[in-house]
């Protein structure tokens, strides 16, 4: 069974420059999670999706980062413009319910802002 | 609201000597705890979960934890570590209830094995 793909796994851009990363979760996992993991700290939940719908943005910076899932499969996050403290490992992870917290997790894309 | 607290940001052993790793959880109500492996450049990979069920929960790699309530405690055992033991832990909790839960993540800790 295949695992979650992300790409690029690498990226390094200039501070307000823009950047996108992919994501195709486990086939059948209708759950989609993008987190953001900075040096030295534990993954924070950027944004939810169940299907192809939002269920939770709270934490997603809004005014320069968007995300998409249009046809409930895969994902792309967007950054734009990018700041230096955007600097972070941007994980995606899909489950197959979202209830029971058992996330399989891509290897995630890390962003260098310079 | 649900947290996890993780004591110890880096936590070093000897090979063959106990691993203990630390996480206090705080929710207001019954919580689904979790432990998370990451290798270097890695992704996480779900090492054990306590879901309600046994207080005792066996993961892969020899890895353990306890739920114990009146401590609000989920640590993370192994009786003898191995050199591959070497990555960062994540505590993660969520609550029991139906419903699109937040997975909620510590801050992690490091462990390193010497020979």
């Known amino acids: 069974e295949a695992g979650v793909a992300q790409s690029p796994r690498y990226k390094i851009i200039e501070k307000r420059q823009s950047v996108a990363f992919w994501c195709n979760p486990i086939s059948g996992h209708a759950t989609l999670y993008w987190y953001q993991q900075i040096l030295g700290q534990g993954p924070k939940l950027l944004i939810q999706f169940q299907n192809n719908g939002v269920v939770d943005d709270s934490q997603l910076p809004k005014d320069r980062f968007s995300a998409e899932r249009l046809k409930g499969v895969d994902s792309t996050l967007k950054i734009q413009p990018a700041k230096l403290e955007d600097s972070a490992v941007y994980l995606c992870?899909?489950?197959?319910?979202?209830?029971?917290?058992?996330?399989?997790f891509g290897e995630g894309s890390r962003l260098t802002v310079l | 609201a649900q947290s996890v607290t993780q004591l110890g940001s880096h936590v070093s052993v000897s090979e063959g000597a106990l691993v203990l790793l630390r996480c206090n959880y705080s929710?207001?109500?019954?919580?689904?705890l979790f432990w998370y492996v990451q290798y270097p450049n890695q992704g996480l990979q779900l090492l054990l979960k306590?879901?309600?069920?046994?207080?005792l929960v066996k993961g892969i790699n020899g890895f353990e934890a306890e739920f114990k309530k009146s401590e609000t405690s989920f640590h993370l055992t192994k009786p003898s570590a191995h050199m591959s033991d070497a990555a960062e832990y994540f505590c993660a909790v969520t609550r029991a209830a139906g419903g699109y839960n937040k997975l909620i993540f510590g801050a992690g800790t490091r462990l390193a094995v010497h020979p």
């Open positions: 306590y879901t309600s069920a046994a207080t």
């Open positions: 929710s207001s109500v019954p919580p689904y």
């Open positions: 992870a899909s489950s197959l319910l979202a209830r029971t917290g058992e996330l399989f």
